[in-house]
């Protein structure tokens, strides 16, 4: 009886094991799938920045996203995003904005984290040298953005991004 119960035991270990094992394999490609459409995107983004083109840019966010920039404007919406970034592409900004027509940039993923088959957390380095305000250059930026995708409707967006700016100089601790 008793070896009849460890091998009734053993049956189900093996079964639970194995379904473990399919449904971890399907979240897994799921979230490989995910993992895919949003550094796809993300290199799309980048892309758009380089390039200066606002349409790229702004196609990448969901239409109510929203947006934190390094100097604290909080920006809701394709509207308010296109808004902003019209004047930093433009050759010639308001007073007070600078222009990142000369600029060239590099950015690269830190870290990518599923939370769930439609939500992605994505942290990205970048760094940025030749924005201008007005006469004066700017001097060369580096910093991260932390920025949420999520699938829409089928469709991978941004619905929030947050920029930080490191302060010059900064160097990350040795060990982080």
């Known amino acids: 009886m008793r070896s009849h119960r460890v091998g009734v035991a053993l049956v189900l270990l093996v079964v639970a094991i194995g379904m473990a094992g399919c449904g971890s394999h399907s979240d897994t490609g799921d979230r490989n799938e995910a993992h895919q459409a949003v550094r796809d995107g993300v290199q799309r983004l980048m892309s758009a920045l380089d390039r200066r083109d606002l349409d790229g840019f702004v196609?990448?966010?969901?239409?109510?996203?929203?947006?934190?920039?390094?100097?604290?404007?909080?920006?809701?919406?394709?509207?308010?995003?296109?808004?902003?970034?019209?004047?930093?592409?433009?050759?010639?900004?308001?007073?007070?904005?600078?222009?990142?027509?000369?600029?060239?940039s590099t950015g690269s993923i830190q870290s990518l984290r599923a939370l769930s088959d439609d939500v992605v957390v994505v942290d990205w380095q970048w760094t940025q040298q030749g924005a201008r305000t007005g006469a004066d250059d700017w001097p060369d930026r580096q910093g991260t953005n932390t920025l949420i995708w999520t699938r829409e409707n089928g469709e991978w967006g941004v619905a929030a991004w947050r920029d930080k700016d490191f302060p010059p100089g900064y160097q990350r601790p040795p060990g982080f």
């Open 59 to 104: 196609a990448e966010f969901h239409p109510a996203a929203d947006f934190h920039n390094p100097i604290g404007m909080v920006l809701h919406g394709r509207a308010e995003i296109r808004s902003l970034h019209e004047k930093l592409f433009s050759p010639a900004p308001p007073p007070g904005f600078p222009s990142f027509v000369g600029t060239s």
